[in-house]
């Protein structure tokens, strides 16, 4: 089975300040490694994934994160939010092979303020 | 295009009532997942449906809960005798393919289900 930890439930952070949202798992087989963002009364909209191949993951609104097979993590970085940024987000992983499901942590809130 | 839709957005029911939740996925997308998000925590699997089959319903916590697609496009979640514990927001996802989780799962806004 796969469990992902994300030890920090809030984090506060000035605009146009960087923040690193992080995510940990445990796994004993390969797996893929998604971030989700949930904005208010809206679905989860994915960030970014990592499948295979480079370790430094891209994704949309500026988001990147790094997998760190070593560390068993999965951080995510901005190097400056905006006001839009205020969200939820969430750390997945699934199992490579056929398994679809995916297991999420239980979220980080992002607050940005002015 | 149009994304995954989810109806009712609310759904306040009495403990013990039957009640139903629906999910239309995006249009073609032959994989579709229920998932169930308590208060403060992260969404957790409850079935999985390749086509018209449920091909994981590991996840589903005990035999109130029952999950159909028959046509291999919407789906409904069915929960009988609801209790309090139920609460919850329900979200569905649907993906192109499925078994390769290289496809993206893409997130209705889910059902908010609240059991007096």
């Known amino acids: 089975a796969q469990s992902v930890t994300q030890l920090d439930s809030q984090v506060p952070v000035f605009e146009e300040a960087p923040v690193e949202l992080r995510c940990n798992y445990s796994s004993s087989v390969s797996v893929y490694l998604f971030w989700y963002v949930q904005y208010p009364n809206q679905g989860l909209q994915l960030l970014l994934k990592y499948l295979s191949g480079s370790t430094l993951v891209k994704g949309i609104n500026g988001f990147e994160a790094e997998f760190n097979k070593s560390q068993t993590s999965f951080h995510l970085r901005k190097p400056s939010v905006h006001i839009s940024d205020t969200a939820e987000y969430f750390c997945a992983v699934s199992r490579t092979g056929t398994a679809s499901k995916l297991t999420f942590g239980t979220g980080t809130r992002l607050q940005v303020t002015l | 295009g149009a994304g995954v839709s989810q109806t009712p957005s609310n759904k306040v029911t009495e403990k013990g009532k039957y009640v139903e939740l629906r999910c239309d996925p995006i249009?073609?997308?032959?994989?579709l997942y229920w998932y169930r998000q308590s208060l403060g925590q992260g969404p957790e699997f409850l079935i999985y449906?390749?086509?018209?089959?449920?091909?994981?319903d590991s996840g589903l916590p005990n035999d109130r809960f029952f999950a159909v697609r028959p046509e291999g496009s919407v789906s409904t979640l069915k929960i009988q005798r609801t209790e309090r514990g139920d609460s919850a927001v329900y979200l569905c996802?649907?993906?192109?393919?499925?078994?390769?989780?290289?496809?993206?799962?893409?997130f209705g806004p889910g059902t908010r289900l609240t059991v007096l």
């Open positions: 449906f390749q086509g018209t089959g449920a091909a994981d």
């Open positions: 249009s073609g997308h032959t994989a």
């Open positions: 996802a649907s993906s192109p393919r499925g078994a390769a989780q290289r496809d993206t799962q893409y």
